[in-house]
């Protein structure tokens, strides 16, 4: 099975910065997009960015030009590094990760979340 660890939360104030970590293990693929979505209470679940395995990124509107999310060494770990927060960022974050070849193509593995809360 995959296992999806995040980390990396905590309270932060208005204009500062935190950075995320996640690591996915288990029997997940090499060939997988990673990404980060959030959810704040009374809300949707929304996504915020993915990176591919080669490392193509997409961000959300809100998050461009302030989030950025990189694979580090190892491949199956990424960070979620988010400057400039706003009150408007709390939310749990959570971390994705979907195989692009095997049998569990297209599955999405969720971690438990880690809370970001920014106060003004």
């Known amino acids: 099975q995959v296992q999806v660890v995040e980390s990396g939360g905590g309270v932060v104030q208005a204009g500062g910065s935190l950075r995320l970590s996640c690591t996915a293990s288990?029997?997940?693929?090499?060939?997988?997009?990673m990404g980060w979505y959030r959810q704040a209470p009374g809300n949707e679940r929304e996504w915020v960015a993915h990176?591919?395995?080669?490392?193509?990124?997409n961000y959300a509107e809100f998050a461009k030009g302030r989030f950025t999310i990189v694979r580090d060494n190892a491949w199956n770990t990424v960070h979620l590094q988010m400057d400039s927060l706003k009150p408007e960022d709390s939310a749990i974050y959570y971390c994705?990760?979907?195989?692009?070849?095997?049998?569990?193509?297209?599955?999405?593995?969720w971690g438990q979340g880690t809370q970001v809360t920014v106060s003004s």
């Open positions: 994705n990760t979907k195989p692009l070849s095997g049998p569990d193509y297209l599955h999405d593995y």
């Open positions: 288990g029997s997940i693929v090499r060939n997988n997009i």
């Open positions: 990176i591919s395995s080669v490392g193509v990124t």
